[in-house]
């Protein structure tokens, strides 16, 4: 069974420029969460999606990030106009709410620097 | 505010010897403590996970001790080997002793484990 894979690995940037981020959760699971680990810290929840709904958002700073999941699938986290201060990885993880075990299944994460 | 906090920051032990390592936690409506470990260049797996309604869990060499009275719990691992070096995370969530788990996690900032051979 395929984990969660996400894309790009590493992305590069100068202050003001825009990147997305792609997930593909584990086929099966409706639960979609977007965390950010800054270096030496633990993740930190950004928003997350049950099917194509999001369910919390209230982490998400909405001037310049924004995330969708249009068919209950794959997500994409875009962020626009990037500071320094968003370079961190940026981690997808997918669950099965049916299971209620409460196990994240995260993919190896997209690392940003913002330069 | 830092609702879960992990000790200590980094560990270092000898192969063999039984690592201990501590967490606590703010939110007393927290029931589900999962422990993650992460790995230089992955995302972080899951380890092990205790519910308030325990106050011990074992899965092999990894064992949970919880303390809901004093919002306390560490994560022991016995007879460390050199490829338990890792990121240890200690989570926690509400919802997990009802069934309604949303897997939405608070993690503390990590402890880095070193275990020489």
């Known amino acids: 069974e395929a984990g969660v894979t996400q894309s790009p690995r590493y992305a590069v940037l100068q202050e003001g420029q825009a990147v997305s981020f792609w997930c593909d959760p584990i086929?099966?699971?409706?639960?979609l969460y977007w965390y950010q680990q800054p270096r030496d810290q633990g993740p930190q929840l950004l928003v997350y999606?049950?099917?194509?709904?999001?369910?919390?958002n209230s982490q998400l700073p909405s001037d310049r990030f924004s995330a969708v999941r249009p068919k209950g699938t794959n997500s994409t986290l875009k962020i626009q106009s990037a500071k320094q201060g968003d370079t961190a990885t940026y981690l997808c993880?997918?669950?099965?709410?049916?299971?209620?075990?409460?196990?994240?299944?995260f993919g190896e994460g997209s690392k940003l620097t913002v330069l | 505010q830092q609702q879960v906090r992990q000790s200590p920051q980094s560990l270092t032990v000898w192969e063999g010897e039984t690592a201990i390592l501590n967490c606590s936690y703010e939110?007393?409506?927290?029931?589900?403590f999962p422990w993650y470990q992460q790995f230089p260049g992955e995302g972080p797996a899951l380890l092990i996970s205790?519910?308030?309604?325990?106050n011990k869990k074992e899965d092999g060499r990894f064992t949970i001790f919880f303390n809901k009275r004093e919002k306390k719990l560490s994560l022991h691992i016995a007879d460390s080997q050199p490829g338990d070096s890792a990121t240890y995370f200690c989570a926690a969530s509400q919802g997990g002793n009802t069934g309604a788990n949303t897997g939405k996690l608070t993690f503390g900032h990590g402890t880095i484990l070193r275990v020489h051979p």
């Open positions: 205790i519910l308030s309604v325990s």
């Open positions: 993880a997918s669950s099965f709410q049916g299971a209620n075990t409460g196990q994240l299944y």
């Open positions: 086929s099966g699971h409706d639960t």
């Open positions: 999606f049950r099917d194509e709904a999001v369910i919390d």
């Open positions: 939110n007393s409506a927290f029931d589900y």
